[in-house]
């Protein structure tokens, strides 16, 4: 069986690499597109190169138009955006993207591992994900998951109840439970996300803990702890729902939006909240708040 190879050169690969999974990729890996090698990353980073290039890999007869068409719309590149496409023989690609995908820690001793280099985490009280490639995205390269996962481990979970708002692959709601969570309530438009996240959470032993929902059929029950990590539009219109879906001084975390998107999705939740310190990276912000 031969394989389509879309090649994406931009300056955001990991947002790339979310966008490919998005509509379906059988693997995503980066390579430097100029031989530059990374030296001497400082500890807790898993840097890229300066010239990375994001290659998602797709079923020989996918029609690659609207994967290149949301590319272009979701990514900040404009006209350097470059994308190739290439017909390449069946590898094991599993494997490529294990090897390509290194540990990665979040705050003092989280990290999102893939199962076959859980063996290669050595910190003694290090809180291990489990997580491989799957169905939905979110693996924690980006830096909007990268943000809520450190958010997460700095906060006091014990015995809470969280609602991760389009879930994608689970990753924000698992790490809440194996970081001390009692329960975990995921919701998603799509249904391959939820079947990923039950799939994720019960090879991470929390699977009896995740409540997993379509978001027609959510119904806010005040959770402790809400984070949301999707776009700015998508947040702005939840505000009310998800205002609701909090107890009074309940913690919110909000990402997926651009620096220059923060005020306005800020304004939509101050009815209800009070805020911290935005926090940004790599031209995303994170919003975090309390519930007055």
Same mark, same amino acid.
């Given at each position: 069986?031969?394989?389509?190879? =879309?090649?994406?050169?931009?300056?955001?690969?990991?947002?790339?690499?979310?966008?490919?999974?998005?509509?379906?990729?059988?693997?995503?890996?980066?390579?430097?597109?100029?031989?530059?090698?990374?030296?001497?990353?400082?500890?807790?980073?898993? +840097?890229?190169?300066?010239?990375?290039?994001?290659?998602? !890999?797709?079923?020989?007869?996918?029609?690659? #138009?609207?994967?290149?068409?949301? !590319?272009?719309? =979701? =990514? +900040?590149?404009?006209?350097?955006?470059? @994308?190739?496409?290439?017909?390449?023989?069946?590898?094991?690609?599993?494997?490529?993207?294990?090897?390509?995908?290194?540990?990665?820690?979040?705050?003092?001793?989280?990290?999102?591992? +893939?199962?076959?280099?859980?063996?290669?985490?050595?910190?003694?009280?290090?809180?291990?994900?489990? !997580?491989?490639?799957?169905?939905?995205?979110?693996?924690?390269?980006?830096?909007?998951?990268?943000? @809520?996962?450190?958010?997460?481990?700095?906060?006091?979970?014990?015995?809470?109840?969280?609602?991760?708002?389009?879930?994608?692959?689970?990753?924000? %709601?698992?790490?809440?439970?194996? =970081?001390? /969570?009692?329960?975990?309530?995921?919701?998603?438009?799509?249904?391959? /996300?939820?079947? %990923?996240?039950?799939?994720? /959470?019960?090879?991470?032993?929390?699977?009896?803990?995740?409540?997993?929902?379509? #978001?027609?059929?959510?119904?806010?029950?005040?959770?402790?702890?809400?984070?949301?990590?999707?776009?700015?539009?998508?947040?702005?219109?939840?505000?009310?729902?998800? %205002?609701?879906?909090?107890?009074?001084?309940?913690?919110? %975390?909000?990402?997926?939006?651009?620096?220059?998107? #923060?005020?306005?999705?800020?304004? /939509?939740?101050?009815?209800?909240?009070?805020?911290?310190?935005?926090?940004?990276?790599?031209?995303?912000?994170?919003?975090?708040?309390?519930?007055?």
């Amino acid at each position: 069986m031969a394989w389509l190879q =879309l090649r994406v050169h931009t300056r955001h690969p990991e947002f790339a690499d979310e966008v490919l999974q998005a509509h379906g990729a059988s693997a995503v890996s980066f390579i430097d597109a100029v031989d530059d090698p990374v030296l001497e990353p400082a500890p807790g980073e898993t +840097p890229l190169w300066p010239h990375t290039v994001t290659r998602g !890999l797709f079923a020989e007869d996918t029609d690659l #138009a609207p994967v290149i068409a949301s !590319l272009r719309e =979701l =990514l +900040p590149d404009g006209a350097e955006l470059r @994308c190739e496409r290439e017909l390449i023989e069946d590898q094991d690609w599993v494997r490529i993207w294990l090897k390509d995908c290194p540990p990665l820690r979040f705050g003092e001793r989280l990290w999102v591992v +893939p199962r076959e280099k859980v063996g290669e985490v050595n910190q003694a009280d290090a809180v291990i994900l489990r !997580l491989d490639p799957g169905l939905a995205f979110g693996t924690g390269t980006h830096p909007t998951t990268a943000l @809520c996962l450190e958010w997460l481990a700095g906060q006091d979970l014990r015995g809470r109840t969280v609602l991760d708002y389009g879930c994608g692959s689970g990753v924000l %709601a698992i790490a809440a439970l194996l =970081l001390g /969570a009692e329960r975990a309530v995921c919701v998603d438009i799509d249904p391959q /996300a939820l079947t %990923a996240t039950r799939d994720n /959470a019960a090879e991470n032993g929390v699977g009896t803990r995740v409540t997993t929902l379509l #978001a027609q059929d959510f119904v806010p029950v005040p959770a402790d702890v809400v984070v949301a990590n999707i776009l700015a539009n998508p947040l702005i219109e939840l505000a009310p729902l998800l %205002a609701r879906s909090i107890v009074r001084g309940g913690r919110l %975390a909000l990402a997926g939006l651009l620096d220059r998107q #923060a005020e306005e999705v800020r304004s /939509a939740y101050t009815p209800w909240f009070t805020f911290d310190g935005d926090v940004s990276r790599e031209g995303w912000t994170r919003i975090s708040a309390h519930r007055t």
